[in-house]
């Protein structure tokens, strides 16, 4: 059983008479500790993929599942738990303080403030963000904003990091390292899967994909910008 089954999904967006097939007949596998990548420019149909992928939305046709459960059932017991969604953006008008920010999922599920904070200081550590722990949000930069929100998807200790372009609005210097830190996550045993609107947000992934009007192509080994750093195991559907 994988830990992510995708089996032939289909999503559409309606519109009055018109319709657009955001994705179509999409199957995808990912096991624990993997890094996967889909490449796909904007209105591709990536982002709707990793939203159907965390249960944000349900599927028309096919299902997806994680650790063998309905997502469409269970989403409310497995996002924000079990799934981490990450948006690399604040609110404009958002002037919390990091650390507030990073340990809020944990409050809302009435962990203790003191449990909280401490957890989301651990994980501020753990992605390299801790010096922004007492700056406000507005007050970050695009790297830090990266780094701080997938600190707050990894503080309930998710098997299943889902983000959506994690390099967009980094300074180019700083994206290797971001990558580097996504792959250090999927070697501790968290799976990620990610989007990327170019090639070198590839780097350092097991497999990447390309989607293209919604349809998805596993990327030929050679196409790849680093050598796996990870052995593929078993088959993989495309």
Known sequence: MSLLSIEHVTKRYRRG???RVAVRDISLDIEPGELVAVWGARSS???????????IES????????EGRDLTRWRNRMLGRR???CHTSFPSVQRCLVV?????????????????WRRGQEMLLRVGAERCAWLECHEL??????RVAIASALVAAPGLLVIDEPTSGVDELARDPLLGLLRSIANDGTAVLMSAGDAQGLSGVDRAYTIDS???QLQSTQARVVPLRRAE?????R
């Open 17 to 19: 008479r018109l319709e």
């Open 45 to 55: 149909g990536r982002s709707t993929l990793l939203r159907l992928a965390a249960g």
């Open 59 to 66: 599927p028309e046709e096919g299902s997806v599942s994680f």
């Open 83 to 85: 799934i981490g969604y």
């Open 100 to 116: 507030e920010h990073v340990a809020a999922g944990l409050l809302a599920q009435r962990v203790s403030p003191k449990q909280a």
């Open 141 to 146: 930069d695009g790297a830090e904003v990266a």
């Open 214 to 216: 919604g349809e998805l």
């Open 233 to 237: 195991s078993g088959a993989h559907r």
